[in-house]
């Protein structure tokens, strides 16, 4: 049991997930990581039960506000299958074999991650609660998905914070290849779920390739930080003229070449160049290099608001660049997906950088992250990419 601060119950009673280890005051019955504990108000009023990360300072994160429900193997496939139930009744299910299946704390189990890759899944754990229940939730998901098989990439960063050691490899069913083949509205990619990055592919940007797709025809594009080419490949399918896509890891280009192959349009007609985008857009700026559309799909530069000071530098850099290196009439499609950094702070980042090239730009619409990524509106933290596509006048 957590007995919580006077008025620390507040947050929970606007249903948010998370109790910080500073509003804990007192832990009784000695529960270890994982362990399922009840939260009582300092009134001693049962509001909710969660997992208890002792590591963490995000002490507890809830599995129910209803403190009768039990947290048992059922629990967990109910939650599974609530997830997957929304999952089938997006318009994407239709056009893509590739989608987030459940989204942490949105889909009400915080800290899970599982992508599907065609057959496969990806699953992360990335809290004390879910590696508590790892095996019947691996279990829901086998049985639930019918996927031939389970890959385990519990080897993000915030895995620390919790006390846990990475774990990785397959925990379900087995696939030689581990690069697996997934068709996106028509376009062919492939993910590499043991050595990619994240989960393997990029899904929350899958509406928004498209959306590049549509804008690209006859146009000369830009698409830096590549990764494994998704904007690139969906701007030629769109008929861009030319395309130079920047990256900086090896790896992830060479995934982009194959995956350049793998679709039936002209090769010829892009450019991928390994570098460090920040050097190479300068290089590009120096000698007098001009686009039509150009993607800004970079890393999260601030994790938290903590790191937003030098994560704002970094966008209005690339920012700025971009802006010089576009004709009047073209497209800047710029993106973020740091948590730290919210909606208005980007849009006056980009702001900055506009001002500071010279560029009469305007917003004409407002990037998300896709519908498998949904937001939980009591969990705000949900929603961490956001993108802007902005014409220069
Ligand atoms: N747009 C991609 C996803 C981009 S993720 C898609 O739709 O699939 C961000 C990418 O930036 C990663 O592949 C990472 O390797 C790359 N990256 C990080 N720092 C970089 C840098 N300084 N220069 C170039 N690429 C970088």
């Not at 620390?8 to 109790?19: D, M, N, T, V």
């Not at 704390?105 to 609660?129: H, I």
């Not at 280009?253 to 991928?272: G, P």
């Amino acid at each position: 049991m957590i007995q919580l601060k006077p008025g620390r119950e507040k947050s929970l009673r606007r249903r948010h997930p998370w109790i910080f280890s500073g509003a804990v005051e007192r832990v009784s019955g000695q529960p270890k990581a994982g362990d399922t504990v009840e939260l009582r108000s300092a009134a001693g009023q049962v509001t909710a039960r969660a997992a208890y990360s002792p590591a963490s300072q995000i002490r507890a994160r809830v599995w129910t506000f209803d403190p009768a429900e039990e947290v048992d193997a059922a629990f967990f496939r109910h939650r599974v299958m609530r997830a997957l139930a929304l999952r089938e009744s997006l318009p994407a299910a239709k056009h893509s074999n590739a989608l987030r299946l459940i989204h942490a704390e949105s889909d009400g189990l915080p800290g899970l991650v599982v992508d599907r890759y065609a057959d496969v899944l990806v699953a992360q754990f990335l809290a004390a609660g879910v590696e508590r229940w790892r095996d019947p939730i691996l279990d829901a998901l086998a049985e639930l998905t019918g996927c031939e098989a389970i890959y385990e990439r519990s080897d993000a960063e915030t895995r620390k914070l919790e006390g846990l050691e990475p774990r990785t490899g397959f925990v379900r069913g087995n696939r030689a290849a581990a690069r697996c083949p997934i068709i996106e509205y028509g376009l062919n990619f492939k993910v590499d779920v043991e050595r990619g990055q994240k989960t393997g592919f990029f899904l929350d940007q899958r509406e928004n390739r498209q959306r590049v797709r549509a804008l690209a025809a006859g146009r000369e594009v830009l698409d830096a930080f590549c990764y494994t080419g998704g904007f690139a490949i969906s701007a030629l399918a769109g008929g861009a003229k030319r395309v130079v896509a920047i990256e900086s890891s090896a790896p992830s280009l060479e995934v982009a070449r194959e995956n350049l192959a793998a679709n039936a349009v002209d090769a010829a007609k892009v450019e991928f160049v390994q570098a460090d985008a920040f050097a190479h857009l300068r290089a590009l700026r120096d000698r007098g290099a001009q686009f039509d559309l150009a993607v800004l799909d970079p890393p999260k530069f601030a994790p938290t608001a903590a790191q937003a000071k030098n994560a704002a530098r970094a966008y209005k850099d690339i920012n700025l660049l971009a802006f010089k290196l576009l004709r009047p009439g073209g497209l800047l499609a710029t993106f973020s997906c740091s948590g730290g950094v919210d909606a208005a702070l980007f849009q006056s980042i980009v702001a900055g950088a506009a001002l500071d090239a010279g560029a009469d730009a305007k917003i004409i619409e407002r990037f998300s992250a896709a519908a498998d990524h949904p937001v939980a509106l009591e969990f705000p933290e949900g929603e961490y990419l956001k993108g802007l596509l902005v014409l220069r006048a």
